[in-house]
């Protein structure tokens, strides 16, 4: 079983910076993708953005483009999910997950709460 944690979520103001981190316990399989979904309450879960194993693709939501950004450091099978102008609307729990794809879902972390306060 693998294991997934986040760190890094708390509150903020709108228009601060932070940046979540996810560690794995163990490499899932080949050339996993690494990604980050949110859930606001009340709203259904949501993709973030993704990052294939060698880094070289990255995928982000429309809303987050240009102010998100994600990364990975395959040695320490931790990816970052660097977020810059926070807004209110994006108080959520956010996810870290593990998978194939576009959209990895395999695996998911307990989740990190990030709230920003206007």
């Known amino acids: 079983q693998v294991q997934l944690v986040e760190s890094g979520g708390g509150l903020v103001q709108a228009g601060d910076s932070l940046r979540l981190s996810c560690t794995a316990s163990r490499r899932t399989f080949s050339s996993p993708a690494m990604g980050w979904f949110r859930q606001a309450p009340g709203k259904e879960r949501e993709f973030v953005a993704s990052?294939?194993?060698?880094?070289?693709?990255?995928y982000y939501a429309d809303s987050v483009k240009g102010r998100f950004t994600i990364s990975r450091d395959n040695a320490k099978n931790t990816v970052y999910l660097q977020m810059n102008s926070l807004k209110t609307e994006e108080t959520a729990v956010y996810y870290c997950?593990?998978?194939?794809?576009?959209?990895?879902?395999?695996?998911w972390g307990q989740g990190t709460q990030v709230t920003v306060s206007s």
């Open positions: 990052i294939s194993w060698s880094g070289d693709s990255t």
């Open positions: 997950a593990v998978g194939r794809g576009r959209y990895p879902n395999d695996y």
